[in-house]
Structure formats: structure tokens, C-alpha cells
């Protein structure tokens, strides 16, 4: 297939055959060379091909290959015509990112780095298949994937404000958990307040340097103080949310008629009960993932004053933003010069509003939505600021983290030998983590220049750079 570059950040192949629109990937000229010899970009153009697709199949510089749909990838879809796909959303449903800024300086917590990595990592659940101390009944597990991020912060886990700082007010409304099924909600019903396995990480860090001044104040981001960034998603109801959509669309598509090129991407028109139906479950799951962060949020500050031995007011830690990624939502975006309702499918991607959009809470109004982009464990994350050129280009969306450009079992044979521990213990980071193939997994090496990913949102003007952080210590799922 032919990839022409229209400037130095964005490629498109052209409509052709079944593609109902052209696919457009941004990236930069040396990152492509990865992005065209990986199957990512024929997914690409298979999203092109979906019933009701709008504008254009999207990619953002973290593009890799996923199920279905590439992890990067952003799509919106008419409500009449188009279709909502598990694929296009993720197995882990939310898996998003959480940043809380605190009064910590490096200097203060460098002398009980180690104590503190030991305490978080004896303290917060991790690895696959982990529970937590949080045991609900039907009843409180149904309540909690109603109302989010609310239902924690009802029970004790954080405060009001942490509500106003968290995409959507951490709820979907239209969560409905007579659409989970049960298999799902055994899977969550003892996992509100675990890390889970992978890619999951707890991360204390500091603010090494300042992009945009204006922003990062109001964001709460102050030059050498420390924070706390935490990526996780809806564990094991997620994914099986995930997996008996997936099975049940399968069976429909022919009884449907929705002609798809890949039946991973089984798919039921938006306006169908079986697309209905999915909607209030993935919401509920969304809903699970905005609850667990806010408790394990909430579990990590406690651990910081115990381990450090100080007091809420000389912590200070406050949640800057919390926000999802894998994730399918109803937005209003101009299509063609006329305001639409859409279906936007960000499946590793993130939501980028910029500075007026009355998604915003009034802290950020002025400025824009806060963006957190990981990176690797041995090298920095980002935080971003919404831009307006997201609403004209990305239906509002940009990039969610740094990308892989191994595969894991790639990483593990890359990994042999090497004590990957002490590597980024030389460079100033103390890692613990759970499961013998983890580190491996997971090494620096096998994820993209995540500078690099910044540097193209940033400069196409769908997102613009506020801060960088540098890790310091990690706990990994």
C-alpha cells in the first residue's frame, strides 16, 4: 500500500478499494520506517473499511499492532450508520493514567527512596490475578460500576475535588450492570484496589523540567517536586467484558450484515441492542477502572506519610488529572462544517480538549485539558495540555504513551542475560516488581522514544508539552 507524506508529521493512504475513507497516521520520518514494516498499518486501513466511519482511520505516533484495531488508533462513527466495536476499544477497558502532584521535593525524599518503594510495593496488590483488601457484595460491586470514581469517594477513598479532576467526573452515565455478565463480575469483585500485571505500573517521579510556565501552574506542577503517577485499567472485568462482547458480535455479523475485513473486529451497528447493550457494559467497566485508581490513589498516599513519617499538610498530594484510554464515547465534533453526535473509538489513545471546551473543570478552563503520557520505566513520562487543533484533525484525541516496538516475547529474548534491575538502578531508579518475565517484558528497549511521540503531537498541534517527569522509583505489575 502507498504512504504519501503531506508534511513533516502526517501520512495518509489514499481511499481505495473497500476503504470507505483514507487512513492517517501521524508520525515522524524516522518512526514511520518502523510503522511501515509491522502489520499495524493494514489494520489501519481495515478500520477504513467499517460501516459509518468518519473523516478518516486515525493513528497516533504510538501506533502497534492490536487486536483489531491498532493500539493508537482513533475512529469515530455516525450513530445512525456506524458501528461500535469491542476491538476498537481494548481488552482493558480505561486502562488509563492518574497524576497526583505533591509538596515533596527530591532532596526530602531521595534519602528514603528505597524505604518508600519497599513500602508501596508491600502495600499495593500487584501482578496477575491479584486482590485487594476491598471485599464487596453484589450489591456495593454493582453501586461501584454505576457511579465510578463517586462510589470510592463516597466510601472513604479520596476527596470531592479528586472527582472534578478526572475525566468525566470519573462516571459514564449510561452504565447499566444488568448488561455485565457474570463471569465479569466475579472477575472484579475482589480486584477494586490492584495494579494488575504487564505494562501497570505505580510511579514516584519529579518534575525535571517546565514547557509551558502558565500551564504547569495551573496544573499544580512546580520544578523539582515530587509526584505520584499510577496506570491501570479495569482488571479482570474489563477484559471479560471484552472477550463475550467480542464472541457474541462474532456470531451476529452475518444475521447483521455488517461486512467486516478481520473478524476481530466484530462490531454491531451503535444503534442495535446488541451495541446498545455493549455500551452500558463497557461503561460499567469504565466505571470499575475509575473506582480501582481512585482507591489505589488513595492507598498510595497513605503509604507516603507512613513510610516517610509525615503529615497530610506537609504532603500535600493532590490529584491533577486522571484520564482513560481504550474507550468508546458519545462527543459532539464538527464533521464536514456541521456539529455531529459521534461515536469516538480511542483505543491507546487519549483525550485532548483544548482550552474553552466545556468538558473542562474550572481549574483547567484556560488552559486545557491535562494530558499524561508514560513513557518507559527508564526514562521520562510527559505531561501534555489539550490544543485546538485535536477538534479540527482527531476528533479531540492524541497519543497515550510511548508505543512498543517490541513484542514481548522479542523483548524477553532481547532481555537474556542482562540485569535490567541493576541497569536502571545505575541510572538513579529503583524498580520492584512482580512475575519472572516482567522486567524483560517491559524494558526500556522495548518501547519507542516516547520524546520523540511528544515532540509529533506537539508539533501537528493536537497537544502541546506542559512538563516532563523523571522516574525515580518504580513498582511494577
Same mark, same amino acid.
Given at each position: 500500500?502507498?504512504? %504519501? ?34 502489520? %499495524? ?12 466511519? *468518519? ?35 481494548? /481488552? ?43 471485599? *464487596? ?19 472513604? /477513598? =479520596? ?61 499544580? *506542577? ?52 446488541? =451495541? ?21 490513589? /488513595? ?7 507512613? &513510610? *516517610? ?18 474507550? &468508546?464515547?458519545?462527543?459532539?465534533? %464538527?464533521?464536514? =462544517? ?16 483544548? +482550552? ?13 485539558? +491535562? ?75 522495548? /518501547? ?30
Amino acid at each position: 500500500m502507498e504512504l %504519501t507524506q503531506l508534511d513533516e508529521f502526517r501520512w495518509e493512504i489514499k481511499k481505495q478499494g473497500p476503504m470507505r475513507v483514507p487512513a492517517r497516521i501521524y508520525s515522524s520520518p524516522s518512526m514511520i520506517e518502523t510503522i511501515k514494516k509491522e502489520e %499495524t498499518l493494514q489494520q489501519l486501513v481495515n478500520v477504513a473499511q467499517l460501516p459509518g466511519i *468518519l473523516t478518516a482511520a486515525l493513528a497516533m505516533p504510538d501506533i502497534h499492532w492490536g487486536y483489531g484495531f491498532p493500539i493508537g488508533g482513533v475512529a469515530a462513527f455516525d450513530c445512525d450508520e456506524g458501528v461500535i466495536s469491542p476491538g476498537g476499544v481494548g /481488552y482493558d477497558i480505561n486502562c488509563g493514567v492518574r497524576l497526583a502532584a505533591t509538596n515533596l521535593t527530591e532532596a526530602e525524599v531521595q534519602p528514603r527512596l528505597e524505604d518508600l518503594v519497599n513500602a508501596l510495593f508491600n502495600a499495593i496488590p500487584c501482578g496477575v490475578g491479584s486482590t485487594g483488601s476491598v471485599r *464487596l457484595s453484589q450489591t456495593d460491586l454493582k453501586k461501584a460500576l454505576k457511579t465510578g470514581s463517586r462510589w470510592a469517594v463516597e466510601n472513604g /477513598y =479520596g476527596e470531592e475535588s479528586d472527582i472534578h479532576h478526572t475525566e468525566d467526573n470519573g462516571c459514564m452515565e449510561d452504565a447499566d450492570p444488568s448488561a455485565v455478565t457474570d463471569r465479569a463480575l466475579d472477575r472484579g469483585k475482589n480486584q477494586l484496589g490492584t495494579l494488575g500485571s504487564g505494562n501497570h505500573f505505580l510511579e514516584i517521579g519529579v518534575v525535571d523540567e517546565i514547557f509551558d510556565e502558565p500551564a504547569a501552574r495551573a496544573f499544580g *506542577l512546580t520544578q523539582g517536586h515530587i509526584t505520584v503517577l499510577l496506570h491501570t485499567g479495569s482488571r479482570g472485568l474489563g477484559h471479560q467484558t471484552c472477550d463475550d462482547f467480542l464472541a457474541s458480535m462474532a456470531k451476529r455479523l452475518h444475521i447483521d450484515g455488517v461486512p467486516v475485513p478481520d473478524r476481530q473486529l466484530a462490531c454491531a451497528r451503535i444503534s442495535s441492542p446488541s =451495541g446498545e447493550k455493549y455500551y452500558r457494559a463497557m461503561s460499567c467497566a469504565a466505571n470499575f477502572a475509575w473506582a480501582n485508581r481512585q482507591i489505589l490513589m /488513595y492507598q498510595a498516599k497513605e503509604v507516603l506519610m507512613r &513510610a *516517610l513519617n509525615i503529615s497530610p499538610r506537609s504532603l500535600a498530594m493532590r490529584l491533577v488529572y486522571d484520564v482513560c484510554h481504550n474507550i &468508546a464515547k458519545f462527543e459532539t465534533h %464538527t464533521v464536514n =462544517g456541521k456539529k455531529q453526535r459521534v461515536c469516538v473509538h480511542r483505543k491507546g489513545a487519549t483525550r485532548s480538549f483544548p +482550552p474553552g471546551h466545556p468538558a473542562l473543570c474550572a481549574e483547567y478552563k484556560q488552559v486545557g485539558q +491535562p494530558i499524561l503520557i508514560p513513557g518507559d520505566m527508564g526514562t521520562a513520562s510527559y505531561v501534555l495540555a489539550g490544543a485546538e487543533g485535536s477538534m479540527e484533525e482527531t476528533f479531540g484525541s492524541t497519543c497515550h504513551g510511548a508505543g512498543r516496538v517490541l513484542s514481548r516475547t522479542a523483548a524477553k529474548k532481547a532481555a537474556h542475560g542482562r540485569s535490567l534491575s541493576r541497569e536502571l538502578e545505575d541510572k538513579g531508579i529503583l524498580v520492584r516488581w512482580t512475575g519472572r518475565t516482567t522486567m524483560a517484558e517491559e524494558m526500556p528497549d522495548a /518501547y519507542k522514544d516516547v520524546s520523540q511521540v511528544v515532540d509529533v503531537v506537539h508539533g501537528s498541534g493536537i497537544s502541546r508539552k506542559v512538563v516532563r517527569l523523571r522516574p525515580l522509583a518504580v513498582v511494577k505489575g
